[in-house]
């Protein structure tokens, strides 16, 4: 393989014996001691050769597996009233199909850092991938909703073993320089899937047998899995940490108890439980920090919280995700029960968000070379929760154009901000740490998204209580946006705290320094 190299640089520097290997050459290149051609970064197996993988073509690779995952985890709750109807139960036992899945991603995403160490990031990525294909197959196979429910569970522990172990793929595999592009792709199956769900399950259910709502999965993943075999190289760092089997099982209770609590408090009848799970997730996630001072390799590091880009994105992000948690719950209702539109329509109006997402990707890069990731957040922070809060003042008299346009701005600016705190957050992350980052990183992600959903759902009971209104009204919806960008307009004055220079290499502004001469 060729690298073109600029002449004012001399190609001697970056020779190195020809019994190196594809993955000592892939981290030259993310490291930036050897520049990637025109924005490629090198990949491919050790077996096969090397191959020259635009980063686009890794990135999209990693996203259509989490795009499956995203669009899964909402696509099931249109189809939950006919699977009852199939299975001989009530709908409101259903749930149980969703929490199991909710418990899942919270038992086994502080451990996935810890698998891609032991065993690589790109086998344990293709496994995941092929669990939860076959937790797709059981879910369409399930006779019984016992049965669902534990296929259900399977395919969680797949779903919490792709989100972070894609990431930590991608940012093993492209060079730095390429990471906010890189991210944007990234970013987009988190923002598309909970909007282009539940028409998709209404459409499914209405049209076809809800079973194949999870054997769409099956060609997606397969798919998926050869992609990945061909295209992305196993890159991985040395470790030899043990399992934290203590922190494993403490983690596990305190997040799993505080997901399933969030996920119980959306409902009026599950209010009291929901503070007995969420009360008993604290004490155990208090134990667990008890715990992670003292233990020498933690399944979840909070010493990473001292990383000040990493810090910043992790609080920043929380908090604008509590907005991107609830808006897929509060737009839909509010286009069906407000505006009395149907679940096809309220689809073609949400779908805007995901037009604005994708119309986000091509100019990310630009933005934050102009104006660095400090400026920009702050910006973006600032119009991209005033654009959700423009949601708050829709009403019938509105033109559902001008809707859709509200709907299409609030796409772009969310998935702008996404696409900036996800790439920030590991600018000062050394390679031996990317792993836990990843796992760290991810689970805090999944944590606040369910929070919005919980404090979306809380407000709009919450001011229908207050009114004396047995339905929503246009009233109730205006509380619960203005509430959940309140609290996400917030991470502005996080934002603020950044460096100005910070993340000047990721976003251009700086150029990256070279190794020394060996």
């Known amino acids: 393989m060729n690298l073109h190299l600029p002449d004012s640089l ?12 594809i993955a000592s050459v892939t981290s030259e290149v993310r490291d930036g001691i050897v520049p990637a051609a025109d924005g490629i970064a090198q990949t491919g ?16 690779i990693i996203a259509c597996a989490m795009f499956m995952e995203s669009l899964d985890a909402t696509v099931l709750a249109t189809a939950l009233p006919t699977m009852a109807r199939d299975f001989g139960v009530r709908a409101p036992e259903m749930s149980v199909t ?48 016992e049965l669902m429910t534990l296929a259900r569970f399977v395919q969680g522990i797949g779903g919490a073993m792709m989100l972070p172990v894609g990431r930590l793929v991608l940012l093993r595999s492209v060079a730095k320089r390429d990471m906010v592009s890189a991210m944007s792709w990234l ?11 539940p028409p998709l399950g209404g459409f499914i259910v209405g049209y076809a047998d809800w079973r194949w709502i999870f054997w769409l999965n099956l060609p997606i993943g397969i798919l998926g899995f050869l992609l990945v075999g061909r295209f992305i190289a196993d890159v991985r760092e040395p470790s030899s940490a043990p399992f934290d089997l203590p922190g494993f099982l403490l983690s596990a209770v305190a997040l799993g108890c505080l997901l399933s609590g ?22 155990a996630g208090g134990l667990y920090l008890m715990h992670a001072r003292r233990a020498a390799h933690p399944i979840l590091d909070i010493s990473l919280m001292r990383v000040t880009t990493f810090r910043l994105s992790l609080i920043g ?30 689809g073609a109006m949400t779908v805007g968000t ?17 104006f660095g990731f400090r400026q920009s957040l702050i910006v973006m922070g600032v119009l991209g929760t005033g654009a959700y809060a423009l949601c708050g003042l829709f009403r019938p008299g509105w033109p559902l154009p001008a809707v859709f346009a509200v709907l299409v701005l609030s796409g772009f600016l969310m998935s702008f901000q996404f696409t ?3 790439t920030i957050a590991y600018d000062e992350i050394g390679k031996e740490r990317m792993s836990a980052a990843t796992s760290f990183y991810s689970t805090f992600q999944q944590l606040m998204l369910s929070l919005g959903i919980c404090v979306g759902a809380t407000a709009l009971h919450a001011s229908m209580a207050a009114h004396g209104r047995a339905e929503p009204a246009f009233a109730d919806f205006s509380a619960a946006f203005w509430t959940v960008t309140g609290l996400s307009l917030l991470a502005v004055f996080v934002n603020a705290r950044f460096d100005p220079a910070a993340g000047a290499e990721m976003s251009g502004r700086a150029a990256p320094q070279p190794a020394p001469a060996a």
């Open 10 to 21: 001399d190609p001697r520097r970056y020779l190195r014996p020809r019994r190196r290997n």
């Open 45 to 60: 197996d050790h077996a096969g050769g090397s191959a020259s993988v635009n980063y686009r073509t890794v990135a999209l």
């Open 98 to 145: 969703l929490t199991s899945y909710l418990l899942a991603l919270a038992v086994f995403i502080p451990a996935s850092g810890t698998i891609a160490d032991r065993f690589g990031a790109k086998p344990v990525f293709r496994a995941a991938i092929l669990l939860f294909v076959a937790g797709s197959l059981a879910c369409g196979m399930a006779p019984t909703l």
């Open 187 to 197: 970013i987009m199956p988190a923002l598309i899937g909970p909007i282009l769900g």
């Open 262 to 283: 969030f996920e119980m408090a959306s409902r009026e009848d599950g209010a009291a439980f929901a503070a007995l799970l969420i009360g008993v997730g604290a004490i």
């Open 317 to 346: 992000g929380s908090l604008t995700r509590i907005t991107q948690g609830a808006q897929p719950f509060l737009l839909p209702l509010m286009m069906q029960l407000a505006f009395g539109l149907s679940p096809a329509q309220s």
């Open 354 to 370: 995901a037009i604005g997402s994708f119309g986000m990707k091509p100019v990310a890069r630009r933005l934050l070379h102009r």
């Open 420 to 422: 900036a705190y996800n």
